[in-house]
């Protein structure tokens, strides 16, 4: 059993502090970020504040990072554990490189089709193989999520651009 606090310094460790600090780096940054929209004819928007999903999806992070900062000093990782497979780095990068294609697409495509096309692509990196299912779940997810934030909580989601299609 490790005696010393560096003993127990394991990569869990610290990517759960590195974690925590980037989670209370953008809760603190949520404010300067987000855009309040604008008043019309004087009147404030009757919707959520924006900065409302942001600070609660941050909320969430710091938690889980600290819970994940306890757990590995209450359960350290045992030293004789499994190496993890190369494959698992590769599935990883590409769907941080997918997150960040999605972000850039979001404005060219809007919210619904940037969705589709990353659940389809990422579905079938990722071994996905009934095309119904995946294209069943390509579209409703996505429509349903705008649907809820756009009509029910009213919330601003990039709409598709009708640009495109000459409208």
Known sequence: MPDKLTDRMSPIVWFSLVSLATAIAMFALVPNQVEKPPA?????????????FPHMVTALWIITSIWMLVDSFINPPKPETEKTPSGAYMRVLVTLGAALAYTLALVWLGFVASSAVVIILLSLFLGARNPFKIGLVAIVVPS??????????HVSLPPFPYQLIGG
């Open 40 to 52: 019309i004819f004087g009147m404030e928007s009757e919707g959520l504040n924006p900065e409302f």
């Open 144 to 153: 349903a999520v705008f649907l809820i934030f756009t009509r029910l909580l």
